[in-house]
């Protein structure tokens, strides 16, 4: 891979690949959590109205320009980030980034625009509370960062995006979307050389900068269990088990990442499948994830299961947890636990556009993005002790909260 840091602080990376598609993405570091109390959800409407306008672009011009040659252009908001990207024939690299180019500059969130987005955004979440499995989530964190700047949804509410105006608009974008705040990041063939030239000229007027460095307040963490019940009118309980974990930047988040592969990674041979869904047939689907954010992280269970069945699944999880805590990984059961988390890794990387979207977040968060092979290497140095050690700080029963629909 090759990477620069422009005078204006934008920084650039690229794979370079042998396809006849090119990825092309601008990574900015703004998501909810730099949203001020009565702006939530700003950070999301603000990427919507990315596409609805520039000074030289209408919204369709921005919808036509990599549509008409079979090419597409989306974007995302996340906690820490937003994302904006677009895939098309290699051909046409240039018309994507110049277009994405002048959106993450020129945008101009014109009264009429804006409008109409907050209609939509509203719609979107009305149909967000409509959907308990994916709702659970926003309240979970919610509770777990209560009172910080992560705990809030991305979306934000009915009552703040009706609140937004283009002098609250235009204050956010102002203050987040800089060059130094940004990170361009490309995959595909193309010449870099002549690449780097074309973003240095579409950047032209940004001022001279150093790259932003983003400086957090932690959230402060209540460490008590609890169990929280939501009257939900659903056919089926949804239930949440989880607690803080590390951050990105901590170095026994690999580990951590392996022992979640094992108690509920996406196999079926994980223990939590085998055990609430294989074995006692309590649950159709049950995932162990975890989230790593700069400065801490988060790591959940989730599932869904009938009435009658909930608090046996809740006990059975628990159990689990117990086990790994207080049983070390034998070295078979490491071996097989290290080969399968490398292989997952390994087929990861042959999806172009997911290892392209994790690419250019690497790069915005930590300045460099790890070859696959050293990330290899750092599992295979991973022993059983220092798991062992992993599972008693994060997975007690004692640190969980559990959250349930009914």
Known sequence: M???????????????????????????????????RGEYGLAHFTEHM???????????????ELEDVGGELNAYTGKEETILYALCPKAYAERALRLMADIVQNSVFAPHELEKEQTVVIDEIHSYEDSPSELIWDEFEDIVFKGHALGHAILGTEKTVSSFTQKKEQRFFEEHYKASNMAVFSQGDI??????ALIEECFSHAPEATPQRRTYEPPRLEESPRQITRRRDTSQRHVIIGASAYSMHDKRRLGLSLLVNILGGPGMSSRLNM????????????????TAYSDTGLVAINFGCSKQHVQDAIALTHQELKRITEEQLSEEELEQAKRQLKGQLTVASDGHENYFLSLGKAYLHFDKVEPLDVTMQRIDALQAHDLAEIAREIFPSERMYTLIYT
């Open 2 to 36: 090759e990477s620069k840091t422009l005078r204006s602080g934008l920084r650039f990376i690229h794979r370079q690949l042998d396809s006849p598609v090119v990825y092309v993405g601008i990574a900015i570091g703004v998501g909810t959590r730099h949203e001020k």
């Open 50 to 64: 990315l596409f609805k306008g520039t000074t030289s672009r209408s919204s369709k011009d921005i919808i036509m």
């Open 275 to 290: 055990s609430l869904r294989e074995e006692s047939g309590y649950a159709y689907n049950v995932d162990c994830v975890y």
């Open 191 to 196: 010449d870099v050389k002549a690449f780097e």
